[in-house]
Structures are given as structure tokens and as C-alpha cells.
């Protein structure tokens, strides 16, 4: 798919406010497509947890899903940046160069475009989290067998344990969205990490890692990726305790 096909949009009689208005409805489209990869991945772990020869050649499909998404996502929003740019410039010109809107676009994006990387497609930020959570789920032995040994054991310990690992330091609550730092390994939630981070932004300073004794003194966007795996134990232990309440025995 290409953003070429976007260029129509911007026709000469077209005002700068309506432009805008399909730049956001580009951002939409970069949202829907994040939730797409974020389902691919979570296809994708189901896959590497199931036994199976045919595993491979499946999980090889979904890596170029996830890499046609990436291709997408980079497309549009390479798009969206250099409009943004020329339109800036365009405000502060003679309305006649409103006229040579389309072919300021096309120029700059053809030319942005021809140097983005394949290297940078497998480190955008998604497909970096869709190959590490299906790398550490294929690194699982027997799921099956881990569940029932976890199941055997004693439930206060088991909860407490998850309690430690589940929860943000930042917020000192549950996680929902658990981001792991590449850097340093550690986990935040999602919201809380990137709250912080544009506060520090804003203020002009460095965000060091909230965990205790760590020695990341420079926690950035680019570091996190969603831990996939992580959110899938906290749903899994969310609905066991559930289950585990509304029995007839701990109802009240």
C-alpha cells in the first residue's frame, strides 16, 4: 500500500483546516492499525504456546503481517509529518503557493521516503515487541505443565508473588498495559511511564528508572515495548481470582 494514493486530497482549491481534518482521520487509521499489530502479537503467542511442527511456518506469516503493519505505520506517518511541514511553510508564504501544495507534499515525501531503512522497520517499536514476547514464549518449556505445578501451589503465596511482580513502581498499583524498558529490564505501566517522561520533557530533564538501585538514568520512549506476556498473566491471574471468589464457598 502506498500514500500516493493520499495525494488527491490535496487539491489547490482545498483549505489548510480541511487538510487537517484528513490528517486526522490518517492518525485514526495509525490507532486502528496499532491495535492491529498489538492482536497479531497476541495470535502470535497463542501459536508459539501450542505445540506443534506447522508452529514455524505460521509464526513466519504473522512476522510479515506485523511487517506490512510496520511498513503502513511508517508510511503515514511519514506522510502526516511532511504535510504538516509544508503547510507550515505554505501559512507563511504568498496564498498563491496554496497552488503548489500537492507537488511540495509529493517531493518531500518521495524523498523522506526513499531513505527510511528496512533496519528501521524491525525496530519500530511493535514489531521490537512482537519478536521478544514470541522469542520469550517459545523459550516456555510446557505451558501445560506450568500451569498445573502453579495451580499445586499454596494460593496466598502465589498471589502475594504476583502482587510483587505485577506491580508498578511508579503508581504502586497493578499493572495494565506493562511496558519493559530494553535497557534495563524493568516494567512500568504504560500510562505512568509515558506521563513521566513528558513531564521530565517539558521540564528539560532525564528520566531515571523509578526502580530502586537501578542505574538507567535515561528511561526514553524508544526503550519501552509492550510486554505481551506479562499482560496476558496479569488477565489470566485477574480472572482466576474472580473465578476464585465468586465460588459459593468465599461468597458472603
Not at 27 to 34: E, F, H, P, R
Not at 127 to 149: D, H, I, Q, W, Y
Not at 157 to 168: H, K, R, Y
Not at 200 to 217: A, E, F, H, I
Request: hydrophobic share 35%.
Amino acid at each position: 500500500m502506498s500514500c500516493f494514493r493520499y495525494f488527491h486530497v490535496l487539491d489547490v482549491n482545498m483549505s489548510l483546516s480541511t487538510v487537517h481534518s484528513t490528517l486526522s482521520s490518517l492518525k485514526t487509521c495509525l490507532t486502528d492499525i496499532g491495535t492491529g499489530m498489538d492482536i497479531v502479537t497476541d495470535v502470535a503467542l497463542d501459536v508459539a504456546e501450542t505445540a506443534g511442527s506447522e508452529n514455524d511456518a505460521v509464526l513466519k506469516k504473522l512476522e510479515l503481517m506485523m511487517l506490512e503493519c510496520a511498513k503502513l505505520d511508517q508510511e503515514i506517518n511519514c506522510f502526516v509529518d511532511v504535510v504538516n511541514c509544508v503547510t507550515a511553510e505554505v501559512r507563511n508564504q504568498e496564498p498563491e503557493a496554496m497552488f503548489r501544495l500537492k507537488s511540495l507534499v509529493k517531493d518531500k515525501f518521495t524523498e523522506r521516503h526513499g531513505r527510511l531503512s528496512e533496519g528501521e522497520l524491525q525496530n519500530h517499536v511493535k514489531m521490537a515487541s512482537f519478536k521478544e514476547n514470541v522469542r520469550n514464549a517459545l523459550k516456555t518449556g510446557n505451558p501445560e505443565a506450568a500451569e498445573n505445578m502453579e495451580e499445586e501451589l499454596d494460593e496466598d503465596i502465589a498471589v502475594t508473588q504476583s502482587e510483587v511482580n505485577f506491580t508498578c513502581p511508579l503508581t504502586q498499583v497493578e499493572m495494565v498495559n506493562p511496558m519493559k524498558n530494553r535497557k534495563c529490564n524493568h516494567h512500568y505501566d504504560r500510562d505512568a511511564i509515558t506521563g513521566m517522561i513528558k513531564a521530565r520533557q517539558n521540564q528539560k530533564k532525564k528520566l531515571r528508572c523509578p526502580v530502586v538501585g537501578c542505574g538507567n538514568t535515561d528511561v526514553k520512549q524508544g526503550d519501552l515495548i509492550l510486554d505481551q506476556i506479562m499482560k496476558r498473566q496479569i488477565q489470566k491471574r485477574e480472572t482466576t481470582e474472580a473465578r476464585f471468589w465468586s465460588t459459593p464457598t468465599h461468597q458472603s
